[in-house]
Every structure is written in C-alpha cells, then in structure tokens.
T-cell receptor, first 111, second 114 residues
C-alpha cells in the first residue's frame, strides 16, 4: 500500500534550492520519514530521515510539518549531480524493515 | 570497506534456466534485503533476512528463493527463470539504531530472461 504521495517530476535551476514535497497523511506516531535517491539506475542512496523535528546533514534538510502529515526535502544548492529520482518513505522498525519505495519524484537540475 | 557488492553485474538467461545472485556485505549488518526494479517503477521487496539463518517474504516473493547461511551473504535464487523476471535486482543491508534504520544498497544486477 502506498503510504506516501510525491509529484512525479520537478525541475530546479542549478544553484537554487530544490524543495521536494511528500504527503504522508496516514503516518503513524512511531513511523520515521526517510528520503533516498537513485541516480540513473544506480543503487538507491540514503539522504536523511526524521521523526518529528527538522533535520539537517551535509546533503540536505528535512522539514516535517507539526502534524507530521507532510514533509519537504530541501537540497540547498542543487547541482547537476543532484539529478535523480527521490523517494520518500515512511516506516517503523524494531526487527528489520520493509520500505515501500513508490515511484518517487524525478528531479532534473537545469544548467 | 567494499560496502554491498553484487555478483554478477549482468546476466542473460533463457526461459527455464536457473541462476543464483550473490549479495555480500562487509559492514557486519544483521539485516539484508533483495529488491527488484522494473522500468519506470520503484523498488519492490522480494525477500529479506533479519539475521543469519532467517528469511522472510516481501511484497513479490513468487518465483524466488533465498538463503542466508552466513551473516555477510544473502543469495537470491531463480529456479526456473521466466521473461517476467527480467528486471534489475538490488541487494541492501542495514542496521538498526533503536527503531531507525539505514539501508545501504549494492550497484544492482541486470537480468534479461529471453
């Protein structure tokens, strides 16, 4: 079952911030929000995850709304190498996980 | 660290042939997964393992078998390949920190069944 909804595609100008939205209105209280990306048929790459609070790492920032029904992944200064499919996943694990990847958002960074 | 490696990278099979895909990880992870990805689709979970000697079915297990005899290896078998199994297969391994999990993926195996 699809737990998340993402736009199928987005464009972003190089050097600008890329804001990728995700809707997860049925998220449970103990489920985390994860973001992965897949660059041109390579294996998916972990980006960031969070539960309630906003998170930031060297790759991106994750903004989760107060009601936790949606989130936004922010790539602060998009480069051409950020062109990829971005997957938003919600999941909880205590004995190993089953991630549902969906079809994600295809982000194209334009020179 | 090599991370997660997959063997082979590419394979062509005829319908009815069998083969085994090997996934190896050197990160001492407990959990390992096999996914398949069809063109224009997201990844779908085939089977997974939460530890050595354990396996469990995922979303699309039919036509596949798996084994986890050693912690570092997770094998995916196709006993009688069908054209519908043409796909890219990704292996992943992970560890848990509390209820948080990060999966690390291999580069994929491209399988064509004629």
């Amino acid at each position: 079952d699809a737990k998340t909804t993402q736009p199928p595609s987005m464009d972003c100008a190089e050097g600008r911030a890329a804001n990728l939205p995700c809707n997860h209105s049925t998220i449970s209280g103990n489920e985390y929000v994860y973001w992965y990306r897949q660059i041109h048929s390579q294996g998916p790459q972990y980006i960031i995850h969070g539960l309630k609070n906003n998170e930031t790492n060297e790759m991106a920032s994750l903004i989760i709304t107060e009601d936790r029904k949606s989130s936004t992944l922010i790539l602060p200064h998009a480069t051409l190498r950020d062109t990829a499919v971005y997957y938003c996943i919600v999941s909880y694990s205590n004995t190993g996980n089953q991630f549902y990847f969906g079809t994600g958002t295809s982000l194209t960074v334009i020179p | 660290n090599a991370g997660v490696t997959q063997t082979p990278k590419f394979r062509v099979l005829k319908t009815g042939q069998s083969m085994t895909l090997l996934c190896a990880q050197d990160m001492n992870h407990e959990y390992m997964y096999w996914y398949r990805q069809d063109p224009g689709m997201g990844l779908r979970l085939i089977h997974y393992s939460v530890g050595e000697g354990t396996t469990a079915k995922g979303e699309v297990p039919d036509g596949y078998n798996v084994s986890r005899l050693k912690k570092q290896n997770f094998l995916l078998g196709l006993e009688s390949a069908a054209p519908s199994q043409t796909s890219v297969y990704f292996c992943a391994s992970s560890y848990l920190t509390g209820a948080q999990e990060t999966q690390y993926f291999g580069p994929g195996t491209r399988l064509l069944v004629l």
